[in-house]
């Protein structure tokens, strides 16, 4: 009897074992299907601004049309700094929930032709018409005492959670007027920012 309610122990256990691993799979397939639809339909689902495949194509169609016109475009990087240790220490909870607020930030500090939108994982981007290195640099450091603003506790002790960005902006004439050398320009100042303490804005250097 005793061996006989075993068996059926470890066939229920095994049962468990294969529905978790059925489960496990039909998420993973479920977040493949959402990302590609989120691409798809150009807007990210947590903050609701335009996803990185929309910009890339906004950036690269602005820029173009800057060379044609002849007025100054800014691309600007923004970073929550020690977004992982939060999601670590607080949950992804608070951590996503940073992500909307910062994006509501940069959505409100930028004009109505300009385009925010989600880079990933803890960055966001935009792009600025018409606006020089001077006035993008002016415009990320008021993005910047924002985020440092932000009120957000820890759910458990009710404490407020420090909460700073590191930025980067470079611009066409200044640094390039090719799409990817701007990228490239504003990711190695927004790398100089982070190792400087972050919660700071740096303007490309080439």
């Known amino acids: 009897m005793k061996n006989t309610q075993t068996s059926a122990i470890q066939q229920l256990e095994r049962l468990v074992r294969e529905k978790d691993r059925e489960i496990d799979r039909l998420r993973h397939a479920l977040a493949n299907t959402e990302a590609r639809l989120q691409e798809l339909i150009g807007t990210d689902v947590l903050t609701s601004l335009p996803n990185r495949h929309i910009f890339k194509e906004h950036f690269t169609h602005s820029l173009k049309r800057a060379l044609r016109l002849g007025y100054s475009l800014s ?19 608070v951590g996503d929930a940073l992500i909307i607020e910062v994006a509501k930030i940069l959505k409100s ?11 990933g994982g803890e960055e966001l981007v935009a792009v600025l018409h018409e606006t020089d290195t001077e006035g993008a640099a002016a415009v990320a450091e008021r993005v910047r005492r924002k985020v440092a603003m932000i009120e957000v506790k820890d759910p458990r002790s009710g404490k407020k959670i420090g909460v700073t960005a590191s930025l980067a902006v470079a611009s066409y004439p200044k640094h390039s007027s ?20 972050g919660n700071r804005v740096v303007i490309a250097e080439r």
């Not at 691309?75 to 909870?93: A, K, S």
């Not at 090719?178 to 400087?196: F, G, N, Y």
């Open 75 to 93: 691309f600007m990087i923004v970073d929550i700094d020690n977004l992982r240790d939060i999601n670590l220490r607080f949950g992804h909870e």
């Open 178 to 197: 090719e799409p990817q050398s701007l990228l490239e320009a504003a990711s190695e100042a927004l790398i100089v920012a982070k190792d400087r303490g």
């Open 109 to 119: 500090s930028v004009r109505e032709i300009d385009m925010p939108a989600r880079w």
